[in-house]
C-alpha cells in the first residue's frame, strides 16, 4: 500500500530526529576523544619530565646526587605549597634498579587525623598535583642542570588540571609563583594559557585568533 505524503514526512522528521540525536552524539565523543587525547599528551610530557629527572640523578656522585635530591625537593616543595598553602612535602626515594641508581617520586601531605601519608602525584587532586610536580620539577631541571641552559622558560598551559575546589585561589597561588620564581632566578617565562588569573603575573599579555589554518592574529592587551 502506498504512503502518503502525511507518512512520508513523518518517517522523514523521524530519520531526521535520529540522524540529529547520533549527530550530537558523535560530537560528544569527538570533544571527549580530544580532551582524552589532550590529557594523554600531558602524561607523557610528565613522563618525560620525570624521567630526565631520574638520568639527572644517576649520573652523579653519591654526594652530589644527595645534595642535587634536596635541592629539587625543596623547589618542589615550595611550589606545592605555594598552591595549596599546606605543609605538603615533596619527597625523591632513591634506590637501586639492577644495580642502577633510581628514583621515585611521593608527596606527603596531611591525612584526615592529621598525620602525613604518602601519596603520589597522580593518585588525587584530578590531576592537578601531578601537573605542579611536573611545573616544578621542569623548572629546577633548568636551574640545576650543568651547564645550566640559557634562554626563558616556555609553558604550555601550567597546571591546567587543577581545577577542583578553590581553583582560582590555587591559579592565583600557581601566578604568583611564578612571579616569585623569574624574580629569584632572573629568568624570564612565557608561557600559553586560556586562564585570565595567570595574566596578572605577567609583564606583557597578548591575546592570539587564529584566522585560518595558517594565519594567526596577535594583539598585545596589556
Keep these: ?80 605549597q605555594a ?46 598535583l601531578a601537573d605542579v610536580v611536573s611545573m616544578a620539577l621542569r623548572l629546577s631541571l633548568m636551574e640545576l642542570t650543568r651547564p645550566k641552559p640559557g634562554g626563558p622558560a616556555i609553558l604550555d598551559e601550567p597546571a591546567k588540571h587543577v581545577d577542583n575546589e578553590n581553583a582560582g585561589v590555587k591559579m592565583s597561588n600557581i601566578a604568583r609563583f611564578l612571579g616569585k620564581y623569574t624574580e629569584n632566578t632572573n629568568r624570564q617565562f612565557i608561557f600559553i594559557s586560556h586562564n585570565q588569573v595567570l595574566e596578572q603575573v605577567a609583564h606583557k599579555v597578548y591575546k592570539t585568533r587564529a584566522i585560518d589554518q595558517i594565519t594567526c592574529e596577535v594583539k598585545e592587551i596589556a
Design 1 to 80: 500500500m502506498p504512503l502518503t505524503i502525511g507518512q512520508i514526512e513523518a518517517c522523514l522528521a523521524a530519520m531526521k530526529s535520529r540522524y540529529n540525536q547520533a549527530a550530537g552524539q558523535l560530537a560528544l565523543l569527538e570533544e571527549q576523544r580530544v580532551k582524552k587525547q589532550k590529557a594523554l599528551e600531558q602524561l607523557q610530557e610528565n613522563i618525560r619530565t620525570w624521567e630526565m629527572v631520574q638520568v639527572l640523578l644517576a649520573r652523579t656522585s653519591e654526594f652530589a646526587r644527595e645534595q642535587l635530591k634536596r635541592r629539587i625537593e625543596e623547589i618542589v616543595t615550595a611550589a606545592l
Design 83 to 128: 598552591v595549596w598553602e599546606d605543609d605538603r612535602q615533596f619527597i625523591i626515594n632513591l634506590f637501586s634498579y639492577n644495580n642502577q641508581p633510581a628514583a621515585d617520586f611521593a608527596v606527603l601531605k596531611r591525612g584526615p587525623n592529621g598525620e602525613f601519608i604518602e601519596v603520589h602525584p597522580y593518585d588525587g587532586s584530578g590531576g592537578g
